[in-house]
């Protein structure tokens, strides 16, 4: 017996590359890590009656719509998620409850710091995928939503979290290395 593991064929009509299919792992990571920081942010915040917390539930709610709809492309793609989804699920809560626990507007930086960075990584994946429309128009529907919580975040005091600068900065770059990471693992 050989050491190889067997896969499923695609679907008929389905010939992802593996570009396309290494944007879906990447974007379903990530959007799990989005949901987790959320989780994260809201164990600590959740019992607060306040305009930040009520846009984190918000914001909270559509990227669950964002996962649901990476999961049933993965399903449907039969892509292969990412291995680091553990890894990923612990650190989303972490970060989440971390900048959650040095208050409502340290919250709101990671929002801004993380959604600059999807934003970004959104707008690179719909410049290739002119192949692919569905996928493409899904894409720019959610970057336009990730645009939308990065500006939320910033109009709630954002840039007014201690050390914000350093905060963004740090952020941001674990945001990078993790779309690398989940790309090819």
């Known amino acids: 017996m050989s ?15 593996p570009d396309v299919e290494s944007m879906i792992r990447v974007d379903h990571a990530g959007e799990f890590g989005a949901v987790r920081i959320y989780e994260g942010q809201l164990a600590v915040l959740g019992n607060r009656k306040s305009a930040a917390v009520a846009s984190i539930r918000k914001m909270a709610k559509e990227e669950e719509k964002h996962l649901a709809a990476f999961d049933k492309l993965v399903n449907e ?3 292969r998620p990412t291995a680091l ?3 990923w699920r612990v650190a989303g809560f972490a970060l989440g409850a971390a900048t959650a626990l040095m208050g409502e507007k340290a919250a709101m930086a990671c929002t801004a710091a993380v959604e600059e960075v999807i934003d970004e990584h959104y707008a690179s994946q719909i ?8 996928l493409k128009a ?12 990065r500006d939320k975040a910033l109009a709630s005091g954002a840039e007014e979290a201690p050390g914000y600068r350093l905060l963004s900065g740090a952020i941001k770059a674990g945001c990078r ?9």
């Open 138 to 149: 899904k894409v720019a529907d959610f970057r336009a939503d990730e645009i939308a919580h």
């Open 77 to 79: 793609r039969r892509v």
């Open 3 to 17: 050491g190889k593991r067997k896969t499923r064929p695609k679907p008929p009509g389905v010939n992802d590359t």
């Open 177 to 185: 290395i993790a779309i690398k990471l989940s790309e090819r693992i």
């Open 85 to 87: 989804e553990p890894v």
């Open 127 to 134: 410049e290739k995928l002119d192949g692919d429309p569905d």
